[in-house]
């Protein structure tokens, strides 16, 4: 052995074979390798940065009092409790061992995202059936992987099912063409 070194078994030597076992184990099992330090602190500071920009909304709403809750309330105290878990993750950068890394399947989550922004930038000038038609449509052939078949049917279907129930039965106000 060299000098500097570290045996297998002694306290420096568990530490590198313990993450490097973790990292063979995920690769056998098909899982994503485990995150360092940077996409701990990037997911910390990203739940803060949400939570900020809710409880921002939330005050412009107006958050009234104890005695006479305003718009604003539920979003403010939501936005405090997720600011307080953002700091938690942040508190724990480089503790965890159970996060994935980013990889192909965080772009899918992040288009879905972009997906779901388009959907509620168009529903109330063109109303609900054409963009959840889309949606459903991108979400099961692009993000899901189905045949053409099945996400043609799928998403007809759905919107056709939502349509009965919201619009027919229920007679919810969204804005529809129909």
Do not use: K, Q
């Not at 718009?71 to 950068?93: D, E, I, N, R």
């Not at 509620?120 to 052939?141: D, H, K």
Request: hydrophobic share 55%; no cysteine; glycine share 12%.
């Amino acid at each position: 052995m060299e000098p500097g070194t570290t045996a297998p078994g002694t306290a420096g030597g568990d530490r590198l074979s313990d993450a490097v076992r973790h990292e063979v184990e995920a690769e056998h099992e098909g899982r994503p390798p485990r995150a360092g330090r940077p996409t701990d602190a990037v997911v910390g500071l990203a739940v803060v940065g949400l939570g900020v920009a809710a409880l921002l909304g939330s005050l412009a709403l107006g958050v009234g009092s104890a005695a006479a809750p305003g718009p604003g309330t539920w979003p403010f105290l939501v936005s405090v409790v997720l600011v307080a878990l953002g700091l938690g993750l942040l508190a724990l950068t480089g503790r965890t061992h159970d996060a994935e890394r980013f990889t192909r399947a965080s772009v899918l989550v992040l288009a879905g995202l972009g997906t779901m922004v388009a959907f509620v930038a168009v529903v109330a000038t063109i109303g609900f059936e054409i963009p959840s038609t889309l949606l459903v449509f991108v979400w099961v052939r692009f993000l899901g992987g189905e045949s053409w078949r099945t996400s043609i049917v799928t998403s007809l279907a759905t919107v056709v099912a939502f349509y009965v129930v919201f619009v027919g039965l229920l007679a919810v106000p969204i804005p529809h063409m129909f």
